[in-house]
Each structure stands twice: as C-alpha cells, then as structure tokens.
C-alpha cells in the first residue's frame, strides 16, 4: 500500500507529470530531459530518482548512457487506480436504473 | 454492454465529475434522488433523515450485520429544483478508530432530459484539497478487500 501512495505523490507533482509526458514517446537520457526543464539539474535527477524508485521509470543501460523509459505496466496500474471508484458509482447507478424501472412498471 | 458511469479526474484539482447516463425519464431519475425510502435501496444504507428543499439537511447511516455502523454521513441541501439540480453538502464522519479525518465535500448535481426515455446526471463534487479529493479516490480501492470479505461473511451467514 505503501508503494501505491508513493506513486499517487510522484504523479501528483506537476514537473514528474511533465517528466512523464515526455518519456511517453521515446527513452532518454537524465542530460536530455533537463534540457528542457529550467529547473537545476540535480532538482531533475531527483524527479527522476522518485519516479525510478516507485517504479513508474525504468532505466537502461545503452554504452556508457543510461536511458530512462516509462514502465507501461505501471502506469497502467495507476490508470486502475479510479476503477474501484468508478465502479462503485456505476452500481448504486446500475441498482438505481433497475429500481426505478420496476418502479415505472409498478404504476 | 459497457460501463456507463464515466469518472473525470484531473491531476492536480480539487474537484471530480461522475456522469452517467440513465434509460429512464428525467422525472424517475429525480425521483430517486428525492425520495428518502428510494434512495435507501440504491444507495444500500439507511437514511435517518432526508428533507428534500432548501434548507433542509439529510443523515445516512449504515450497519454491518451485528448493527454495528461502518458508514455515517450528513450534509445539508442548498438548492432543491425538482428535474433540474440538487446542490448539497456532503460530510462523512469519522468512525472511531479510523486514522482519517475527513473534510465537507460540496456537491452539484445536474439531471437533463435527453429524451421521453432517457435522462443525465452530472455529479460535479468539490473537495477541501488535492490530497483530500486523491484521498477520496482511493478509499474504494482500499475498501475492496474488506468488503469482499463482508460480503463473504454475508452469505455464510445466510447459509445457517
């Protein structure tokens, strides 16, 4: 459980969110993505440390560069999070569709 | 068919809109906003109170099977206009042991005639914070096991 919250905050933030953006297209190195931050780049290599280590990057060895890309599995994971949600308003929604047929009929 | 309650969250905002679109007339969809035995049924959890107009105030409260309450919540209603909205407030109280601390949450419900037949719901529900609404979102997925879990011991219950 702890490791989900974790990835909630790491998502929540608007430059790992940017981060993330970035990596959904192709793998980069830590230089090449605070190229196009303003921020410091140890203020970057943290954001990615924090993404790294919930899981939702993952880094690759190519040569002497390390490449970060997006776990796609992961990611997919933190899309499920709304689902028990969502679901829970799609069956009170369900029983009251039902309902309110029966009701219909009932008149 | 698919699922027809549709979730949209942004990150990032306070705020969360569930729509849903319904086969049944836009009176009927009302009704069962309004009507406190009816609310009841779909919303599996008994209603203490419920007093449909402006100004008035409702009260849930749910039990598990030994009458113990797992759920209570209150709120009061700001704007009651039959077939069009319903703004309210929304708290749940805290249940005793429980770590989190919840804040009101406001709520504004839209109800639309699509057709003779079918009718919309737009539920647009404003939290204190980010983290409180993230919080929110959550709660059902962390719930999950523990109702399962309920739920099983309802039915083994029912086989005695």
Same mark, same amino acid.
């Given at each position: /459980?702890n490791?989900?919250? &974790?990835?909630?905050?790491? !998502?929540? #933030?608007?430059?790992?969110?940017? !981060?993330?953006?970035?990596?959904?297209?192709?793998?980069?190195?830590?230089?090449?993505?605070?190229? =196009?931050f &303003?921020?410091?780049?140890?203020?970057?290599?943290k @954001?990615? %440390?924090?993404?790294t280590?919930?899981?939702?990057?993952?880094?690759? %060895? =190519?040569?002497?560069?390390?490449?970060? @890309?997006?776990?796609?599995?992961?990611?997919?994971?933190?899309? #499920?999070? !709304?689902?028990?949600?969502? =679901?829970?308003?799609? #069956?009170?929604?369900?029983?009251?569709?039902?309902? /309110?047929? =029966?009701? %219909?009929?009932?008149? | 068919?698919?699922q027809k309650?549709?979730?949209?969250?942004?990150?990032?905002?306070?705020?969360?809109?569930?729509?849903?679109?319904f086969?049944?007339?836009?009176? +009927?969809l009302?009704?069962a906003?309004?009507?406190?035995?009816i609310v009841?049924?779909?919303?599996?959890? $008994?209603?203490?109170? +419920?007093?449909?107009?402006?100004h008035?105030?409702?009260?849930?409260e749910?039990?598990?099977a030994?009458?113990?309450?797992?759920?209570?919540?209150?709120?009061?209603?700001?704007?009651?206009?039959?077939n069009?909205?319903?703004?309210?407030?929304?708290?749940m109280?805290?249940?005793?042991?429980?770590?989190i601390?919840?804040?009101?949450?406001?709520?504004? +419900?839209?109800?639309?005639? +699509?057709?003779?037949?079918?009718?919309?719901?737009?539920?647009?529900?404003?939290?204190?914070?980010?983290?409180?609404?993230?919080?929110?979102?959550?709660?059902?997925?962390a719930?999950?096991? $523990?109702?399962?879990?309920?739920?099983?011991?309802d039915?083994?219950?029912?086989?005695?």
């Open positions: /459980m490791l989900r919250r &974790d990835v909630f905050q790491a !998502i929540a #933030d608007p430059t790992r969110r940017a !981060i993330l953006l970035l990596l959904a297209s192709q793998a980069m190195t830590a230089g090449a993505i605070a190229a =196009n &303003d921020t410091a780049r140890p203020t970057v290599s @954001h990615l %440390q924090i993404l280590k919930c899981e939702l990057l993952e880094q690759e %060895q =190519n040569g002497r560069e390390i490449y970060y @890309h997006i776990s796609a599995r992961k990611m997919k994971e933190v899309a #499920d999070f !709304i689902e028990p949600f969502r =679901n829970m308003w799609d #069956d009170r929604f369900n029983k009251l569709e039902t309902l /309110m047929k =029966n009701y %219909q009929s009932e008149k | 068919m698919g309650t549709k979730i949209s969250a942004e990150d990032g905002r306070q705020e969360l809109v569930i729509t849903r679109e086969d049944l007339p836009l009176e +009927l009302f009704k906003h309004a009507e406190p035995d009841a049924q779909w919303m599996g959890t $008994n209603v203490l109170k +419920l007093d449909s107009k402006k008035g105030s409702w009260q849930y749910t039990t598990d030994a009458g113990n309450v797992v759920f209570r919540a209150n709120g009061v209603i700001h704007e009651f206009v039959p069009h909205k319903i703004t309210r407030t929304f708290e109280e805290s249940t005793p042991g429980s770590t601390q919840f804040a009101v949450q406001l709520e504004f +419900l839209e109800f639309e005639k +699509l057709t003779d037949h079918t009718s919309k719901l737009r539920m647009q529900i404003v939290y204190k914070s980010v983290a409180l609404r993230d919080q929110m979102l959550r709660l059902p997925f719930q999950g096991l $523990n109702m399962a879990h309920n739920r099983l011991q039915v083994v219950s029912k086989l005695n």
